[in-house]
């Protein structure tokens, strides 16, 4: 049918966008920045370098870090 996939997110945390972000590579477009407007999310996952280009984070299962975990 010639469609595309657009991969998005509305306001959530890091964890959720991270975890979508995992889908990124089956995607024609990506929209996933709900996390920068979450004033006290407290956890970190994806990020974008200096270009825009998504990076992911390193670490066991889907990377995201959070305050207070042990």
């Known amino acids: 049918l010639r469609m595309g996939v657009l991969l998005g997110c509305m306001i959530e945390s890091s964890i959720g966008v991270t975890a ?3 889908l ?3 995607a024609d477009w990506i929209d996933l920045d709900g996390h ?3 004033a006290n999310d407290d956890c970190t996952g994806i990020r974008f370098d200096e270009s825009g ?3 992911m984070p390193e670490g ?3 990377g995201v870090t959070c305050v207070g975990a042990s």
């Open 20 to 22: 979508a972000a995992h």
């Open 24 to 26: 990124a590579p089956l």
């Open 36 to 38: 920068l407007y979450v």
């Open 53 to 55: 280009a998504l990076v």
């Open 60 to 62: 066991a299962g889907l």
